[in-house]
């Protein structure tokens, strides 16, 4: 199994990016996949999750309202994405994936099984 995360890059305050999560011998048939975010110093935090075959999702408070989580079980891909960016969104963003449907008592503190190599969004003020 491979996760490979794509799409961070340097914007600036209020700014858009959308990343991207492809995932090899991982189906969306079944499973979850969720973006973590770490930035220097900080705890690693869990951002948004999706049950990949129902589409539900969740969302951490600091993201709700401004990031969307979905996928396309065609390309086997999950993408996050983040509206109205603010710098303290600053971070490595990583996919994770697990073959349990999550709920959202457990989607934050799951052990995800796979891990994509993170993806660098810097947001400048």
């Known amino acids: 199994v491979q996760l490979q995360a794509s799409g961070g890059g340097l914007v600036q305050t209020g700014g858009s990016l959308r990343l991207s999560c492809a995932a090899s011998?991982?189906?969306?048939?079944?499973?979850?996949i969720t973006w973590f975010r770490q930035a220097p110093g900080k705890e690693r935090e869990a951002v948004s999750c999706?049950?990949?075959?129902?589409?539900?999702?969740y969302y951490a408070e600091s993201a709700k309202g401004r990031f969307t989580i979905s996928r396309d079980k065609a390309k086997n891909t999950v993408y996050l994405q983040m509206n109205s960016l603010k710098p303290e969104d600053t971070a490595v963003y990583y996919c994770?994936?697990?073959?349990?449907?999550?709920?959202?008592?457990?989607?934050?503190?799951?052990?995800?099984?796979?891990w994509g190599q993170g993806t660098q969004v810097t947001v400048s003020s």
């Open positions: 011998g991982f189906t969306l048939d079944y499973g979850s």
């Open positions: 994770a994936a697990t073959r349990q449907n999550v709920i959202s008592s457990s989607w934050r503190i799951t052990n995800y099984d796979y």
């Open positions: 999706i049950r990949t075959r129902s589409g539900v999702t």
